[in-house]
């Protein structure tokens, strides 16, 4: 017997397919029991586990094993152009309206939602900059890309391509847009520097979240990552998409994704080849509450219960610093997820940046010490693309909390888009210096669902690719 076959015979089996449909939301895998098998067995033989139900354990204790196993079952199939009436459609009627309708804020905001390995955000670049170039000179542009797989994740940030993944790209945008390097091809840094890339599980992370910068799209293109989810998920997951995008903003499923009845709430446009979803001003009738897609059958407990406590709102640091503690200890607005500082995130979550910064200002005007307001007024100002603002915020609320984590990665961050990589990484120091020894499980300050063991390999995947340590 295969290993393969002894486990699909093992009767923790169906518990380890259930905890992988539940994690990464690919139903797809509900009728491939030998497919699954094979992956699972494989990753046994790496681990040197031959126990199923030690697997199991492994998976449940062990982010990284999780986010190995994730990067052999997810498909990576993508190329840059793929589907050109899309990218025309993108061309000809996107583009336009969104660029006539920002022309006051001069900014723009892209979301690639499974990207992959990156070209579908680096395609985006390369028609913004070919096309576009002299209409959008001095906006804040920013496309992010972000997939669930960090093997892709990783490739993507690389930047370097096979010559089959220009199978439907002109010979004279490959020559233009790339530089030869041996057999392959890197894209040219003025498009790279256009496109950032971020870990985000569409099943599993909640959104529109500002605290994960996905919020406030001016396009979204999701395609060909659904169609490995449950219609339950899909319809879940349509209002997230919705709530994510501004008014006016535009979605893009993968060409053979349409349906009308799953995306009634927005304004369909038909194109030759091509169907684009519009958010209209008026507001939608939700499906379904936009918070968890996939509830898996007989799910083991202790996910159940990690998951549970992702879901709980953010408790405040257990021993604040005097200056937080001196917040905490004046007026009601000082409590640490206090109302008025949840309809800020609320209207930031929705791209409402003037509404977002004035309802900021006015918490911060009655409780100046927050730090956790001024991290907040940092984060949407940097949506605005005011820099030199966002980096004082940040500055202010690091001041007010030494030991607040998430205001020195996000400086650290800012740090290197402005190419200070010596200041950059004294702010990623700082963060594994605060994160010290707590487990990878525990909840980042402020981090909506993300970990600190998340953090830490973000930061240190930051750290490798500008090759400081
Ligand atoms: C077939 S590729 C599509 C790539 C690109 N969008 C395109 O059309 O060329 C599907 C991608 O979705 C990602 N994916 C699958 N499940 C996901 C999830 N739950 N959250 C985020 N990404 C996911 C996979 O890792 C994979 O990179």
Known sequence: MTPSEQLLGDSVFPRLKALVIEVTGMAFYADKDLDLAQIIADRMEQCRISDCAAYLELLQADGEE????????????????????????????????????????????????GCATGPEPYSLAILLKREFGAQILGWHVSILGTDINQKFLSRARDGRYDQWAFRATPENIRGECFVPVGKQWQIRPEFKAMVSFQ??????????????????????????????????TVEALVPCFHESLVDGGWLVM???????????????????????YQRTSVEPQPIRPPQRHVVAPSLPLPVQQRMARRLQPQSPRPSPSPALALAMASPPTSVAVSPPLSEVRHLADQGKWDAALRACDAVLGKDSLNWRGHYLRALILDQMGDGDACESALRRAIYLDRRAVLPHYHLGLFLLRAEEAEAARRSFRNVLALLGGEADDRAVDEGEDLTAGQLRETVGMHMKVIGIS
């Open 66 to 113: 999780m986010d190995c196993l994730v990067a052999e079952l997810t498909i990576g199939e993508t190329y840059f152009f793929r589907h050109k009436e899309q990218f025309d459609a993108l061309r000809e009627i996107v583009l336009p309206d969104i660029l006539a309708r920002n022309t006051p804020s001069r900014r723009l905001r892209i979301w690639s939602a």
């Open 199 to 232: 870990y985000h599980n569409l099943t599993r992370n909640r959104f529109p979240s500002i605290t994960d910068n996905i919020a406030g799209f001016d396009i979204i293109i999701c395609r060909n990552v659904v169609i490995y989810f449950s219609r339950e």
């Open 254 to 276: 993968g060409h053979a994704e349409p349906n009308m009845e799953l995306f009634r709430d927005f304004r369909t446009v038909n194109c030759p080849g091509a169907v684009l």
